[in-house]
Each structure stands twice: as C-alpha cells, then as structure tokens.
C-alpha cells in the first residue's frame, strides 16, 4: 500500500464560502437644522414652567421667625434658623422633580430626539430655574412684607430665602439625567425618530 504513486493531478477541492447577506442600514445623522425651531420652542415652554414652580416654592418653603433686639439686630427663635435650609433644599428638590418631568417630557416627543432638542431642553431648564429663584423670592418677600415697623422686643416672621446660587443647578441637571438615561435605555441608533 505504500507503493501505490501519488496522483500529482490531485488538488484538494476548494469549496466556496456560503454568501451570507447582512443588511447594514446606513447609521442617521445628526439633524441639526431641522431641529433648530423644535429647540428653541421646548427651550421656551419649558422655562415659562419655571414661574408657577417658583410660585409654587414661596408658598411651600418655610418662613423664620425672629425677635427684634434692643440694638435693632434680629435674633433667631430657636430651631428657626434651619429653615434657611429648609428653604434651599425644598427649592433643589422641587428642581430636580421638575427637571426628571421635564427630560421625560421632551423625551416623548419622538420626532425630535436627538442632542440638539436635548441642549434646548437643558437650556430651557437653567432659565426656568432662574425663573423660579426671582420669581419665589419676589413672592415670598410680598407674602411677608411688614406692615409697620417693628418695635424691641417684637417677633417677626422673615421670607424664607435662597442664600446660594447653586440651587439653580438642580432642574438642568435632572433633566440632562433623565433624558440622558432614556437614551441610553434606548437601542436603536435613531433613537426612535422615525423621521423620514
């Protein structure tokens, strides 16, 4: 058997590979004028929101009660200089609740996915934020205006205030969680837009 010569001619068969047919629809880019005019429209309707949530804020926060001194300074009542806390962290939280809505809300509008109404959305949350801070401030000052001048001795209920800036922060950054985590959850590459 091992004398039996070896067929040159031989060639060891060659099969052809299977043709497998993948589709690869080409990725979307990203629109950028076309959504232009949907941006700036959430960025306004999402700011007006900021003035009934400022309202909503100087009827919620709470007030600081404080006695009128002899040399006219105002001594706090006891316990009653936590409410200047109270006030900011009411005013983060109602932020942040409103800022979680807000990304949601803009993520519901299906044709418009996409960065740019994302930035118009978070724009329009820093201004309704602002909104909201000079808009309870003011109310809450006219809710509790003195009516006299008060006298040594007096107790006085104070507007609850906001001494730092950065409570702002909280709607934008809400919203930016929000529809960024919505994005993420979501697998498609167009995100859903279904726009032709």
Known sequence: MADQPVD??????RVPP???????PARPRVVVKRDL?????VLSTVA???LPAGWLWSWLAPPQNV??????SLVPVTGESYHRLDG?????????????????AVWLLRQRRGPVVMLGAIAGSAVAAYLAQRTGLGTAGNRYALSAAPEAGDMITLAPVLEV?????AWPLGT?????????????DDLGRRLG
């Open 48 to 50: 007006l929101v900021g």
């Open 8 to 13: 040159e001619r031989a060639a060891p068969v």
């Open 37 to 41: 005019l949907p941006a700036f429209a």
């Open 88 to 104: 900011l962290m009411l005013f983060v939280l109602i932020g942040l609740g409103a800022g979680v809505l807000t990304g949601i």
């Open 176 to 188: 930016a969680l929000a529809y960024g985590c919505l994005a993420a959850w979501n697998g498609m």
């Open 67 to 72: 006695v009128v001194a002899q040399d006219a």
């Open 18 to 24: 299977a043709f497998v047919f993948r589709y690869a």
């Open 165 to 169: 800036w950065w409570g702002v922060l």
